[in-house]
C-alpha cells in the first residue's frame, strides 16, 4: 500500500508569517486610533477648564501585547504637573494611579485618561455634566475599528 | 426614516418616567416617578426645594455618532443616587431592574443596548452616592 507524506511545516511558516502580519496591522490602526481619540478628548467643549491641566494632559495610548503606555503615562502626569504648577485658581494637583485594567495575554485596547486628582469628579459631578473622557472614547470607537481592520487588510495584501 | 432626536429621547425617558417597561424601577425609587427627572434639574434643588426622595433616577441625554447612511448611535445615561448612610446597596438593587426595563426592541425604530455601568463613586457636587447606567440607541436609516 502506498503512503503519502505531508510536509507540513511550510504551511505553518505562513501562518505563523500571517499572524504576524496581522498582530502588525492590529498595533498600527490601534496607535493611529489612538492619537485621533487624544485629539478629540483635547478639542472637547464639555468643559473649559481653568488651568489648562486636563486638557493638556490628556492622554490617549495603547496598552497589550508588550505596551503598557509608561512613557505616555509620565509625558501626561509631567503635563499636568507643568499646567498645574503656579495655578491658585484651584486646589487641583495632578495625580497618576493605577487603571486597574489587566488584560488577557491576547487583549490589547486604548485607555484615554487625563492625569488630575480631579479627573474622575469633571466625568461624574452633576450627572456627568462635563463627563469628556467617555464621550470622545465613544464618538470614534468604530472608526477606530475600521482603521485595524484597513491597517489589518494593507498587511495582509 | 430621518433621526427622530426628540422622539427617540423621550420615549427612552418615558420607560422610567411613566412607562409599563419601567414600573419595577419606579417602586424600587424614593418616591416613584417624582424620582425620576433630567438631570439638569439637580442644580434647581436647594433647602426651600428640596431634591426628590432617593434613589433618585437623574436623565442625561448622551452624544450621538455615526452618519444617516451607517447609522447614528445615540448614547443615554441614566445616573443614580441615593443618601449617604445607603451607600450603594440600594442603588445597586435598581441597575438590573433598568436594565430589564430596556430590552432590545423596547423603543421604536431603535435597538437598544447596555454599553456598560460606571464604578461606584459620589458626585462630589452633592456628595452623594452615585453610579451610572449607559446605553446606545442605534438607528438605521
Known sequence: MASVTTDIKGVLAGLDQMMKRMSDGIDQGLNAGANLIEATDKETEAYLGMSGATRASSTAYVIGNGKDGS??????????????????????????????????????????????????????ENAGAKAHLGPSLLSKAKVVTGFVATSVKQKLA | MALDIPTLTTDFYTILKSGTAGSAVRSALGNGATSVIP????????NSNPMPARVLAAFRGGIITGNGRDGNDMFMRWWLYDDEQYQYNRINTVLPLIIAAYPESVINHAYTKLIGISQEAPDTTYQLPCRSITFVLSNRQ
Open chain 2, 39 to 46: 438631570a439638569d434639574m439637580l442644580r434647581r434643588y436647594n
Open chain 1, 71 to 124: 512613557a505616555e503615562v509620565s509625558a501626561g502626569y509631567q503635563a499636568a504637573e507643568a499646567a498645574l504648577t503656579g495655578f491658585t485658581g484651584h486646589e487641583g494637583r495632578a495625580q497618576k494611579t493605577d487603571s486597574g485594567i489587566t488584560l488577557q495575554s491576547s487583549e490589547r485596547g486604548i485607555i484615554l485618561t487625563s492625569f488630575t486628582d480631579y479627573a474622575q469628579a469633571l466625568e461624574i
